[in-house]
């Protein structure tokens, strides 16, 4: 029912910048949180940055500062500003979003993740 699809993924070199974008299509009442996630070979995924549908935005302290998450409610969208990245950051970037579908309750839903590589 709810589709989540991201993009702006690649290959950046130390010091660049990059920006996913994550558009949230299908049927549902509402889109409360929404949060990326990354996944390194190897390694669990974990927590990046949240953000409320008021905008209270939650980062971890590896991205602080150099990493800002937004969204665009209209838009069913949110993004994620990637600033002065480094080796570290490379990993698969999964957005989710908590979604009401009825008046019950709020589900999760994942997308398929986009590649982010930092390399020289």
């Known amino acids: 029912q709810v589709q989540l699809v991201e993009s702006g993924g690649g290959l950046v070199q130390p010091g660049g910048s990059l920006r996913l974008s994550c558009a949230a299509s299908?049927?549902?009442?509402?889109?409360?949180?929404m949060r990326w996630y990354r996944q390194a070979p190897g390694k669990e995924r974990e927590l990046v940055a949240a953000?409320?549908?008021?905008?209270?935005?939650t980062y971890t302290d590896s991205v602080k500062g150099r990493f800002a998450i937004s969204r665009d409610n209209a838009k069913n969208t949110v993004y994620l500003q990637m600033n002065s990245l480094k080796p570290e950051d490379t990993a698969v970037y999964y957005c989710?979003?908590?979604?009401?579908?009825?008046?019950?309750?709020?589900?999760?839903?994942w997308g398929q993740g986009t590649q982010v590589t930092v390399s020289s």
């Open positions: 989710y979003a908590e979604a009401s579908i009825t008046f019950a309750g709020s589900y999760p839903y």
């Open positions: 953000i409320t549908r008021g905008g209270g935005t």
């Open positions: 299908g049927r549902f009442f509402s889109i409360n949180d």
